[in-house]
């Protein structure tokens, strides 16, 4: 066997090999289901996870964008026509959110942690001055003592209108953006303060959220299933709220909205548990995105998550009480604000209802600055991107025995709203590409086994092809010189062998030859020498 005959048998073997082997592993996902498993292992909440410092101590930053809206007719609303309002930010704010007092329970398949949040005003990234910007809003302390009374007789509530009316205790007020956004000593709250102690003299919408956490959390690592990683256990001891009117409005679902399960798939629902929304609301996959390089899926939460229970049956569990529901884009966390008549929406109440839109001059919803969303990484479930938009509202009407309200229209009042925005930092996201590059190349082994062998196909057919050609060279230049021998043979013969002298030519002609005794070659036709 020559060295061309064993090279091509040889690539054959190695080629043959490679497909079977590489398609076998590609039909059994062998790779895949390996690097998959590393995952789940290596993306839970413990201290000898690679995610376990980055989730104790976020290192994207978090900004708090706060918009305003001033109002700029209060007179009209009061007279019975419709309110004006002028959009002013956004101030912005640096949030800092590290975990604090983490403790593992139940042999590490559950983590304790507080997440206490402090702000620190950005003034680059911000449109004006909260400490000298001037803000016209809606007086929410006096809104909240009307819509309290409201249940109490009518002569109860005219004298307290009248005592209100003394200490100066309007329907709308004037304070600087810090004060409104952080608090002030209010005047009407002082008051109630010294009746009951247990109320707060001081108003603001921050008031007291700068430098606390909201609420005691137990998280599950994932190490018993991934599904789980990051799932809240419990809020403040509890594992369902008492707020809503229906057991499954009540549950308490999903993460915190800082990790999610790796793995994910564009057609499942991620929930997350808001507790300044006092609710727990679903997202769901909207596009494909890039971040800095990064593939990663958009959630954002669907109409149904806000619509009216007319639409939505499964919303009317946030009817409170029961039957007392709203129109769609909008939802009443009265029971979970102290009482107070406060709504949350979208900004610009975005996937409304048009009446809460019309209802107020100075509004215009739009997707690109309203939507909120999160970018995740579909092999880690890392957010890559978060843009969460949530709009403060708070109701006002007629109030019997409140002459100020004597004209007003109800309305679903905007009072501000917050854009709160994270990206990935660069390092972050070199380490996360990195890391997607690994996964990527370990996955698609399989592949590369495959494609070599599909190399050494096309070597071994252009081999054979080669040898086939040398073959029929060959065979061609033997014909030609068998070919050429016959003709010669053809073209010759032999003369009779003789030890004799040779006789003169004239005589030669007319002997006999004679076997044996000369060999001469000669042309057929006889020459004379």
């Not at 549950?251 to 994910?264: A, C, E, K, R, Y």
């Not at 727990?280 to 800095?292: F, G, N, R, T």
């Not at 639409?311 to 009817?319: L, Y």
């Not at 991107?385 to 004597?406: M, S």
Request: proline share 6%; charged share 20%.
């Amino acid at each position: 066997m020559t060295r061309r005959s064993c090279a091509i048998y040889a690539t054959g073997i190695v080629c043959a090999h490679l497909l079977i082997v590489g398609i076998a592993l590609v039909v059994a996902q062998v790779f895949q289901t390996m690097i998959h498993s590393r995952l789940k292992k290596e993306l839970t909440l413990t201290e000898k996870s690679q995610v376990f410092e980055s989730w104790k101590n976020p290192p994207p930053p978090v900004y708090m964008e706060y918009y305003f809206f001033n109002v700029t007719n209060p007179e009209v609303f009061l007279a019975g026509g419709k309110a004006a309002v002028t959009q002013i930010g956004p101030y912005t704010y640096r949030e800092y959110r590290p975990r604090e007092n983490v403790t593992f329970l139940e042999n590490g398949t559950k983590v304790y942690a507080l997440n206490p949040k402090s702000f620190v005003f950005v003034p680059e990234k911000s449109k004006g001055n909260p400490e000298t910007d001037i803000l016209r809003t809606v007086n929410i302390p006096v809104v909240a003592v009307m819509s309290e009374l409201n249940s109490y007789s009518f002569f109860l509530r005219t004298l307290v209108s009248m005592w209100m009316k003394s200490i100066g205790a309007d329907i709308f007020m004037t304070r600087t953006v810090h004060e409104v956004l952080w608090g002030f000593k209010d005047p009407l709250l002082s008051r109630l303060h010294t009746l009951k102690p247990e109320v707060d003299d001081h108003f603001g919408l921050m008031w007291k959220k700068n430098g606390t956490h909201e609420g005691e959390f137990v998280f599950l690592t994932g190490e018993k299933d991934y599904m789980e990683y990051g799932r809240i256990d419990t809020w403040n001891g509890l594992r369902e709220m008492s707020w809503w009117s229906s057991n499954q409005s009540n549950m308490i679902n999903g993460t915190d909205g800082s990790v999610f399960h790796p793995l994910l798939s564009r057609n499942e629902l991620l929930y997350i548990f808001a507790a300044d929304l006092c609710r727990s609301i679903h997202l769901a996959y909207v596009e494909d995105v890039e971040v800095k390089g990064i593939q990663a899926y958009r959630f954002a939460p669907p109409e149904d998550v806000l619509q009216s229970p007319k639409v939505n049956p499964a919303n009317e569990g946030f009817c409170v009480p029961a039957g007392d529901c709203l129109d769609t884009g909008v939802l009443k966390v009265s029971v979970c604000r102290e009482g107070a008549p406060i709504v949350v929406s979208f900004p610009h109440f975005y996937q409304a209802d048009p009446k809460y839109i019309n209802a107020v001059e100075g509004l215009n919803p739009n997707k690109e600055e309203h939507e909120t969303y999160l970018d995740l990484n579909p092999t880690t479930g890392i957010p890559i991107r978060a843009c969460k938009r949530a709009q403060l509202n708070i109701i006002l009407n007629r109030v019997e025995g409140f002459p100020a309200t004597k004209h007003i229209n109800q309305t679903i009042f905007p009072i501000m709203f917050v854009n709160e925005t994270a990206t990935i930092d660069d390092d972050s996201a070199t380490q996360m590409r990195t890391l997607l590059l690994i996964v990527t190349l370990v996955s698609n082994f399989p592949l590369l086994i495959v494609g070599m062998g599909a190399i050494l196909l096309v070597v071994l057919v252009i081999l054979v092809c080669r040898n086939r050609q040398k073959n029929e060279v060959k065979r061609i230049d033997f014909n030609e010189a068998f070919h050429s021998f016959t003709t010669a043979k053809d073209e010759t013969a032999y003369t009779q062998v003789s030890d004799k002298p040779e006789e003169p030519s004239e005589n030669h002609a007319s002997q006999p030859m004679k076997n044996g005794s000369y060999i001469a070659m000669s042309p057929v036709e006889a020459q004379k020498c």
